[in-house]
């Protein structure tokens, strides 16, 4: 009863708020700016527009897609990995072999 | 007069069919179905879902993009490069070093 | 005077054993095999190699080369991160902060 | 019998100069230095260095290949992929083909 709602989040306990909780509306901020990036490059597709111009647009994508990756990575390790490091040692092997797992995704490896 | 406007397509000749027009509607549908998943991540976030799912879901997103982004390449490649290649020498070294800057981007070099 | 020596390793207390020593054979094993990749394909353009060959093993040696930073990670993750995280709140903010660039280094970001 | 040697180089003509040839130096003495920095990561590891110290090491190398990497695509479409688009069609076909997994591969996709 001791864990804090904000830092004691998992795919198992998914009532409590996970550690992106205090920059939320930034993650959707960056979501939603995302989402009409790929509305406009499916438009350049629409307007046949020259095939450079429609890979920098997607290479921009990608990479504003890859910054919310690691602002989510960031929250999740100060918050979810190390409150269980702290508190749980048998829940911390569990988040460290996930956290590896997202980072080989995350490299594609 | 004799260049195919499917392959003859610059940014300055906008009007002629990019290199990518006979698989206009395959690129399309799959930007439409990134479309979707980036709406499907931000309300992964709205919901306050488990971090690492909305990893997952953030690293599936953006492979997808790759895979259109390397579809357009192609394309670009058989089309545009190689027509400039065979009919306008000129032209063809002013593509090479495009195309060379478009895989540094894409490579995040 | 608590801080076992095996976490307890940064830029400042190098004297201490960094977070991947119980891996410390098998990261220089890795990094012995790619060194080895590399003089390959130097040995490749030595000898007027096919491009896309020479191509095929830079990307396997690439991917070597992550999977040994993620391994590192990894070690780093469940040493250095989460003992700042456990015995020192203002040493973690520096560590999270640390963790951040060298994530956003590794993705280009 | 007009093909010159310089530009149509294949997996099974390889006695043939391959795309790179007039670049070929200057890759060897990136491949050169890049195998120096290995054995540095190497040296690192060795004597117990940060790991945060080590990664950053290993994100410069990295980076390093894929220059090496983008160079020889460069030299590969100027040379054989062009080369084949202008003398032979049927060929070519193989070369857009090939070409394509290659970007697969460096995109890790």
């Known amino acids: 009863m001791t ?3 904000a830092t004691r989040h998992t795919r198992e306990r998914h009532t409590e708020a996970p550690g992106y909780t ?3 509306a930034d993650h959707l901020a960056r979501l939603n ?3 009409g ?7 350049m ?4 527009r020259y ?4 890979l920098t647009q997607i290479s921009a994508a990608g990479r504003a897609l890859q910054e919310v990756a690691v602002g989510l990575l960031d929250d999740h390790v100060r918050g ?3 409150d269980a490091a702290r508190t749980d040692p048998a829940h911390a092997e569990e988040e460290f072999a996930e956290l590896n797992d997202t980072l080989r995704r995350a490299l594609r490896l």
Chains 1, 2, 3, 4 share one sequence.
């Open 22 to 24: 205090s920059h939320k």
């Open 3 to 5: 864990t804090t709602p």
């Open 37 to 43: 990036q790929i509305r406009g490059i499916s438009r």
């Open 33 to 35: 700016k995302i989402e």
């Open 80 to 82: 979810c990995v190390t």
């Open 45 to 48: 597709v629409t307007d046949d």
């Open 51 to 54: 095939c450079i111009d429609v």
